[in-house]
């Protein structure tokens, strides 16, 4: 903490709290003073020349001079790699370990004193200096890692290591967690060290609360996922390259990934962007499933401070006409800020509360921090000290660091045993009412000053037994806090799948749940940012997200506030919420013209409920996010690929978000086919660039022709939607019916439509054949 830092702290709680700031970060900076940060003389490294080899069931062991490197194609096509003994496995990415290796892949003789392994997607190629290169079934090239550097201090140790890669000059770079200047990835430096940036961000800051080294490269040549399976502290320099004019020679674009010590591993999955997210969900695992009521409109504020202000709300919810399923609890309704407890002063007989809002429809959720009071009668601190359950420090007792409460401790998520304890604490939650809860500050981060690191980097971690400092846990804290969070509302409410959401986590996180954008900041470049957190992280397997409508902090204009709620219904997670002391969120306190136009987005939001239903069951099927990039079924397409300012919601709807104050009118960039405005019904063909109208009362959202969008009827029960076709075109969906909150298998309904002599045809598809749809159809489009 430097002076400034603790400035703002004294400002932002007293001198007393201030006080125990300075204190705590001195404390902090000694312990890791104790730990040597000198590496001492350092020997560098590579591999060397080719050996010999050493044959496994889907590769084997390339031996070098002074390394060896395993490739192995598992099941499925994706493709690992790991130098110097490294395994796929112990990793906390991987859902269920390790996939077993595909017996048609044989590791044979290459070229020049190469080897290589042939599969059904992709063929790895490893050259006799230990250049790994992936290409095509064709034989096309699409990335090629140079070979690697390590440097060993002298004197033993982990060893920090770098690797470059080269990808094809057109390609471009996206993914590497929640990026806010995204969802291109440009020219520079990511840091991979999940942060609380302190206060509102924009699309400059970075690192954010999500970091992960997961790469999704897109060019002509096809599209490939890289993950570097390593939790420390590293960072990652992207360059896109350039391709030569006349005769000129096209300069590739470089990814360098460098890591301060742990294993040096890669995983790659190759194919389209549909495939690849398949493959990569099915490693790390599928995204968890919301309860349908987590698809509806719901509110947050930190500061409600007391049931009547909830209920109040509420009350205004319905008496403006607007939809609301979910209201959450901020650290304002604890009792002294202690995770696990109520004010029962201010928030009396909370059961009672929750059980009359959910007879109204709308459920509670709770947010949930890890930092724990470290007070005598604080009962989830002497449970956790008696069950030793706290992360340590080098001197050997429990690391602390400065949250809301004061002084904390830190459970230590990554022991089995302490997961199991934390998950059984969720059943306060629960007997006090709540339907879902989200975990924040779990970077871990301090509050004073905001951002500043809250444990040590020599605070001891258990590591699933293995053992190990804060250095290697940092990363994987919040990923590790949201399964046990996760599995302890599943033992307790096995019937009922549960809505967990994280501000912070690490690949893999979206077996557990989902997350949001943090602490947005207001203004118009926060919107920005917004629409880049979500497009990223569903590009790294995390499908359901969304930001803090209206910003966290600070009071947007009434402009800005409609325009950032209009892009958030057709966003996954769709929440608003502000800081303690900015201004509300409630639609009503932005004017009349603003919640008329509001209401009407939140109805359509509503309308639109069964096709979230439907994305969200796809998605659990198959790795795709809601909200896709407009290159998603077109990845060959440049222009689609540098379009950042729009998206699609499915395969049915594009949506075109107003991103700048006054915009009224707006260029749109379609994929191939007939698009039709859903407001006004034109037909725009693509590939292309239009202009539309956007007017304050709506953004443009355009419908593909053929598409079969599930809406919700007046009676409140399921039609089909369903945009007529272009003629000789055909086109169809899928449906996927609520069947509740538990874990009944639905069925999946395919539908086709066609254009049959002027009249649109709609058939569902069964086993031998197809049979007229089971609910009412409404056809639109030209010709309808």
Known sequence: MDGRG???????????????????????????????????????????????????????????????????????????????????????????????????????????????????????????????????????????????????????????????????????????????????????????????????????????????????????????????????????????????????????????????????????????????????????????LPPSWALGPQHARWGFGSAREVRRVVAGYREHGLPLTALHLDIDHFDGHRVFTVDRERFPGLPGLAEELRRDGVRLVSIVDPAVEAAPGNRVYEEGLAADAFVGDARGGAARGVVWPGECVFPDFTAPRVRDWWGGLYAERLAQGFAGFWHDMNEPASMVPFGDPTLPLSARHDLEGRGGDHREAHNVYGLAMARAGYEGLRALRPDERPFLFSRSGWAGMQRYGGTWSGDVTTGWPGLRASLSLVLGLGLCGVPYSGPDVGGFDGSPSPELYLRRLQMACFLPLLRTHSAIGAGRREPWEFGAQTLEHARAALLERERLHPYFVTLAHVSRLTGAPYVRPVWWGAPEDRALRDCEDAFLLGDGLLVAPVLDRGGVRRAVRLPRGRWYDTATGAAYEGPGQVVVDAPLSRVPVLARAGSVIPVRGADGGTELEVWAPAAGCKGGGVVVRDAGDGWREPEVERYTTALDDGRVVVGRVVADGAVEPGCPVRVRGAGA
């Open 6 to 288: 603790l400035v703002r702290s004294v400002k932002a709680f007293g001198s007393a709290r201030g006080r125990l700031a300075l204190r705590t970060a001195l404390r902090r900076r000694r312990t890791d003073a104790a730990v040597p940060a000198q590496r001492g003389p350092e020997r560098a490294r590579v591999p060397g020349a080719v050996t010999g080899v050493e044959l496994r069931p889907g590769g084997g062991v390339v031996r070098f001079a002074r390394s060896e490197l395993l490739v192995r194609v598992a099941v499925g096509g994706a493709v690992f790699w790991g130098w110097d003994g490294a395994e796929p496995t112990p990793s906390y990415a991987l859902a269920d370990g390790c996939p077993g290796a595909d017996p048609r892949a044989v590791l044979e003789p290459d070229t020049e004193g190469g080897w290589r392994v042939v599969s059904e997607r992709v063929t790895v190629t490893v050259s006799r200096l230990g250049a790994v290169e992936i290409l095509t079934p064709g034989g096309v090239r699409i990335r090629r890692e140079l070979p690697p550097r390590w440097w060993e201090p002298v004197s033993g140790g982990a060893a920090r290591w770098v690797q470059r890669a080269e990808v094809p000059a057109d390609a471009r770079f996206f993914g590497l967690g929640g990026r806010a200047s995204g969802p291109r990835l440009r020219d520079g430096t990511y840091q991979l060290w999940n942060t609380d940036p302190g206060g509102g961000f924009g699309p400059g800051d970075d690192p954010l609360y999500i970091t992960m080294p997961v790469q999704l490269v897109v060019a002509d040549a096809g599209a490939h996922l890289v993950f570097h399976d390593n939790t420390r502290e590293g960072r990652v320099v992207l360059a896109e390259g350039r391709e030569g004019a006349g005769s000129g020679h096209d300069r590739p674009g470089s990814s360098e990934v460098r890591m301060g010590g742990g294993p040096l591993r890669c995983w790659v999955v190759a194919g389209t962007p549909a495939r690849v997210l398949r493959g990569w969900t099915a490693l790390t695992g599928r995204p968890a």
